[in-house]
């Protein structure tokens, strides 16, 4: 079993696709769904003590929507209390962070934070989205599994992505989304490696979701698309003001979390919790995901000045919900936004020209052009509202909008990604060296050297006479921990001239002048080479040696040049 296990361990640290991993991604993606599912539930097992339908918080009284809120953010800094602040962080941005800093292993206690924080907001009413919960909780039940099976950690990192998919997945029935999600928001590349495992646990994703709460999306009620090519003018003005929308809600979000951050949590969550009372008490259908903001929007023959007083609210719900530290995500708010967007634009066309007909198509085409804008993501964006609707017709409409949205964000208002801006503004690493990027799909058991010959405690003359008499040009000399250390310390020799059959004493003496010996550096078994190369990168020279478990245990050597070679050639030496 043990030598199993160290050969499944050695195919999952290069950067292949293969059964082990397919395997391990419908595992880590079936936990990752059941995760986000119970998620699911217990949010509509919390709204059901106090709502008549889910998300419906028309259904409450002025004062109740204006005290909900508060006492949920209340709950949520209790959680967190217990927990400890410092494990607040949660979402797709701090996602994103781990898997740069620590190969997408995310800590217990920010995961407790996340599923019962979230859902105790989304409960509450305020303006977050599932879909942010739904990645991390994704991403901490895959990369769980990969570190109690000890995995290579560019593997976890791989189950990490499966997970992310399985949760988005689960979350909104959408398996293509999901998956072109992960590889555009996520990953950021597109390896066929990563591809086909996180495809996998997407279907798994989307399968247990539609076992457990039905086969039906959030927007079956778009049945027809009624836009005509005479629409497409409008569709690029509609595109136009999307992308200046975005580029504001995302500079404006931003600058709240600069300015947030000097102040503690509990003033910060109390602060959002009543903002977000006092525009519900005004405006109740702005309250949560976006649901009942995409119903009021479907509703025809609603006055323009409704629809905007309906949009300000609900910009301003999320910047400061995002912005001030509530947990939760930022897609679902997003679209949201973007059908009420759609909703103005259609109003105000009508307004202009009474003659024209605009459909509430318009609603989606807001959808898909605000989330493309604000996430930079145009491709998931066209696709999850694709799924969400079940309309291909939708393709080319909703391609001119998302087109024009993210031209004019990101060219004329020189926008980013909100979760980049995010990072940026919290100073959390997100991007490492590509040297490093190249590295990290590697894991050093794929390359190591395991056929090595180690002595102990051995001089030069012992160490050149073992190399002449083995043939063998290189070595670990295995030396006792000096007094007061219980470690070890492991040196590499080797000689670089070649041995012929000459093995007189006097050879071996000059032998010994021309041995080189590096003291080796310790590196844990599930590194990638990219913990080899950063720690040999400054002597340029010498070598790792790979250990499992115990520090005193040598089980093999990756060398600088084979990095080299690699980064110079390509090759796996």
Known sequence: MIISIAAIRKHLALPKTTWQICLLAIIGGCASA????????????????????????????????????????????????????????????????????????IPFKNTLNQFWGSAVALASGFSVGREGPAVHLGAAC?????????????????????????????TFNTPIAAVI??????????????????????????LITQNVLGTSHNFNYFHTVALEQYHYFTLIILGIFLGLLAAWFNKYLVLIIKQSVKY???????????????LGYLVPEA?????????????????LGLLLSLLVAKLLMTMFALGLGIPGGIVGPTIGIGAIAGACTSALIVLIFPEEQISTDFILMGMAGFMAASLNAPLAALLAVVELSSQLELVLPAMIVITIAT???????????????????????????????SLQNIGVLAVMKDNLTILENASNRTITGELINTGESQLIINKEPIENSEYHDFYWAQIDTDIVDETSEDIKHSLAQELVIHKLLPLNHQATLAEAYLALVEQRCG???????????????????????????????
């Open 543 to 573: 070598a790792v040696y790979i250990y499992h478990k115990d520090l005193n245990h040598c089980i093999g050597l990756v060398t600088f040049e084979q990095l080299r070679v690699y980064l110079v050639e390509g090759k796996l030496l």
């Open 34 to 105: 059941l995760l986000v599912v119970l998620f699911t539930l217990t949010i509509e097992e919390i709204q059901q003590l106090y709502l008549i339908k889910r998300d419906n918080y028309n259904s409450l009284d002025e004062v109740s929507r204006f005290d909900l809120p508060i006492i949920g953010s209340i709950i949520i800094l209790l959680i967190a209390w217990i927990t400890g602040y410092k494990y607040l962080r949660t979402g797709i941005p701090f996602v994103l962070h781990r898997l740069k800093v620590a190969h997408g292993v």
């Open 287 to 303: 309250m949560g995901t976006g649901t009942s903001a995409i119903d009021l929007s479907l509703t025809s023959d609603l006055q």
């Open 181 to 206: 999600f992960v590889m555009e928001v996520i990953m950021r590349e597109y390896k066929i490696h990563i591809f086909v495992p996180v495809m996998l646990a997407s279907i798994v994703g989307s």
């Open 142 to 170: 895959s990369s769980y599994l990969g570190s109690v099976l000890k995995l290579p950690y560019n593997s976890i990192r791989t189950l990490c992505a499966c997970g992310i998919a399985a949760g988005i997945a689960a």
């Open 264 to 278: 503690h949590i509990v003033p910060r969550l109390m602060l959002a919790a009543v903002i977000t009372g006092a």
């Open 407 to 437: 031209i004019i964000s990101r060219q004329l208002c020189k926008n980013e990604s909100i979760f980049t801006m995010q990072l940026d503004a919290q100073n959390l690493l997100y991007r490492k060296p590509p040297i490093e990027e």
